[in-house]
């Protein structure tokens, strides 16, 4: 029900329209045909920070950053000029205002006149818009850096897929090169050797005797390789040993097939929580790698202490560095590494060693190691 006096019929006096007026949440500026502020609400002094009384008077460019001062004068006096009453400003581009402190801010603007026989006048009705920029900047950069994370994200998932097939590729070779030789050699020996014990005597006994010491070779080969095999696809020393251990057998493994000189230094007394044994041995494995594939190295040096508060794997070469060998190359191998950290909190960097030629790989892991809850 409307009050007394405001019934269908109602039209607001002066009073009323000051009210509202005085009381709206937008900003409201009012100019005459001079472009001179002849209202300034409340709001509007919230806004720019000005008393009303040090406003009024002044033309709107005090209000406007100085490079827009020349445009925005056009645009009001065209608009000024039609017979159109009213219509958004800005709605193709962000418009600036000036705070009394020298600050611009963002702002959503619409502008109206009226005629009357006393005179024209301009309503300007702004709204401050800096939170809602400020929330399209923040979710455009965290778009961006989604789409970036999805792009590493695709780019690794090709890349284990390729790392998986040329693993599966190496094993299918190791299998039909060595085991598969040996154990055909083994079955071609033990025909011969059956065919030999269907002849008894002296002489087929000397024989099958030295078939025996072949085949026995043959049968210690085989019991090699497959150690060498299980070995690369998950050493047995880290389950029985432990990470340092693991780590020296790797380092000195690398040294043989490579050739490189290598150093190693870790901290056996460590008790290293199992669960983290196995992804730094991968990032040892990586690292290791990288050194052989890109680095053009002579020297590596690897070490496993326990640095303030953190477990530091560290592995450095002397060869091209990072900045010559280009990061794509190492790229996709450093988001694998922290993709296997990421659970305990690692952080992996990759640097040109100081004053020295070469690249340092730093690996840290909080200590004590615990593995960070899915979130």
């Known amino acids: 029900m409307l009050p007394p006096g405001h019934g269908p019929d109602f039209r607001p006096d002066a009073t009323h329209i000051a ?53 925005h004068h056009q645009h009001v006096t065209a608009f000024a000029e039609t017979n159109v009453t009213r219509r958004t400003m800005g709605a193709l581009r962000t418009l600036m205002a000036l705070r009394a402190d020298g600050t611009e801010f963002p702002i959503e603007a619409s502008i109206s006149q009226v005629r009357a026989p006393e005179g024209r006048t301009l309503t300007v009705i702004l709204r401050d818009v800096s939170e809602r920029v400020r929330a399209e900047v923040l979710v455009a950069e965290y778009t961006r850096e989604l789409e970036h994370s999805r792009s590493e994200l695709r780019a690794l998932s090709a890349k284990l897929q390729e ?17 598969g030789q040996s ?56 389950d029985h040993l432990g990470l340092a251990a693991a ?19 870790v901290d ?14 991968r990032v040892l494995q990586e690292a290791l790698t990288n050194i052989a594939r890109h680095a053009e190295a002579r020297t590596a040096i690897v070490s496993l202490q326990l ?53 340092r790989l730093d690996v840290r892991v909080p200590w ?8």
Not at 247 to 261: D, I, M, N, T
Not at 334 to 351: A, K, Q
Not at 368 to 375: G, K, L, N
Request: proline share 5%.
């Open 183 to 238: 154990l055909t050699a083994l079955s071609l020996g033990l025909d011969r050797l059956y065919q030999d014990l269907e002849r008894p005597g002296p002489a087929t006994l000397a024989v099958a005797r030295k078939e025996c010491q072949s085949l026995a070779a043959l049968v210690q080969d085989a019991i090699k390789g497959s150690r060498r095999l299980a070995s690369e696809l998950h050493p047995a020393v880290l």
């Open 368 to 375: 004590p190691v615990t593995r960070r809850e899915a979130r």
């Open 247 to 265: 780590v020296e057998w790797q380092v000195q493994e690398f040294g043989a097939r490579s050739g490189l000189v290598c150093h190693v230094d």
């Open 268 to 281: 056996s007394g460590l008790d290293i929580p199992r669960e983290i044994e196995l992804p730094l041995f």
């Open 19 to 71: 009210a509202i007026v005085e009381s709206a949440m937008d900003a409201i500026i009012t100019i005459d045909h001079d472009q001179r502020v002849v209202l300034f609400n409340p709001a509007a002094e919230r806004m720019f920070g000005v008393p009303a009384a040090d406003a009024l008077g002044h033309t709107l460019d005090r209000f406007l950053p100085d490079r827009f001062r020349a445009s």
């Open 163 to 179: 790392t998986r097939e040329t693993e599966r590729a190496s094993i299918a070779r190791e299998v039909h090169d060595r085991l």
């Open 307 to 359: 640095d303030d508060d953190h477990l530091a794997l560290v592995v450095e070469d002397d060869g091209r560095g990072v900045v010559e060998t280009g990061a794509r190359s190492v790229g996709l191998g450093l988001l694998g590494m922290r993709e296997r950290l990421v659970d305990f909190g690692g952080r992996v960097t990759l640097s040109d060693r100081p004053a020295v030629k070469g690249a």
